[in-house]
């Protein structure tokens, strides 16, 4: 079971790009990398998915070096709606996915 | 990706009552699962709901604390029973989503549960 390490928070200003990067040393060759992200009083909601090298979608990227030990989730010109937690899962088979602490991101004005 | 629903939003009950938390999705799915997220923490999964078997528990959580039904594709409940005050949490249900293999999930908007 792969473990997480991701930084408890971090703090950014609207319009400024934030990298999330999570460090997954035990990943096992079938696993999937995958963020969620959660608001207050919200259920999580999937952001972005990947297995190696680069994804992008309308939302994050999302990138995986080589060796795939780590990975980082990119927010572009974040605004004050993306402060939230962000969570890195590593697994494959749903009973696998354990959600870490998460990062909480704080964005200001 | 799917609609879910949960009933109740929120609730306060007393010890030793229970509650039954429902959880409807839009479309039919094999897989459901219930995770609960104490004040302040991460969510924890409590079980996998799998329609026409029984729930697969998580280390730590048993049958007869939280029963669960998985009655049709479209719908499961989570009774959290015999309440005590470490019960306060939200309870949260999900189901598969993604392509094939890739364990993704959509979750609900969560029960908060407060437990006096």
């Known amino acids: 079971l792969a473990k997480t390490t991701q930084p408890i928070s971090m703090d950014s200003y609207e319009g400024q790009e934030v990298n999330i990067t999570c460090s997954h040393n035990?990943?096992?060759?079938?696993?999937?990398i995958t963020w969620y992200q959660q608001f207050p009083s919200q259920g999580p909601r999937f952001i972005i998915q990947g297995y190696k090298t680069k994804v992008t979608n309308e939302v994050a990227s999302l990138f995986i070096p080589a060796d795939r030990k780590s990975s980082t989730l990119s927010l572009p010109r974040v605004s004050l709606s993306d402060t939230a937690v962000y969570y890195c899962l590593v697994g494959r088979g749903y009973s696998t996915l354990t959600f870490g602490k998460g990062t909480m991101l704080l964005v200001s004005p | 990706s799917a609609v879910i629903s949960q009933k109740p939003s929120r609730d306060i009950c007393q010890r030793g009552t229970s509650l039954t938390i429902q959880c409807q999705v839009d479309s039919q799915v094999t897989m459901m699962f219930w995770y609960r997220q104490q004040p302040g923490q991460s969510l924890t999964l409590i079980a996998t709901a799998n329609q026409g078997s029984e729930a697969t528990y998580e280390s730590g959580f048993v049958i007869d604390k939280f029963p669960i039904s998985r009655p049709n594709l479209t719908f499961s409940t989570l009774t959290v029973s015999n309440m005590s005050p470490e019960d306060s949490s939200i309870y949260l249900c999900?189901?598969?989503?993604?392509?094939?293999?890739?364990?993704?999930?959509?979750f609900g908007p969560g029960t908060r549960l407060t437990v006096l």
């Open positions: 035990n990943i096992a060759t079938n696993d999937y």
């Open positions: 999900s189901v598969e989503g993604g392509a094939s293999g890739t364990d993704t999930q959509y």
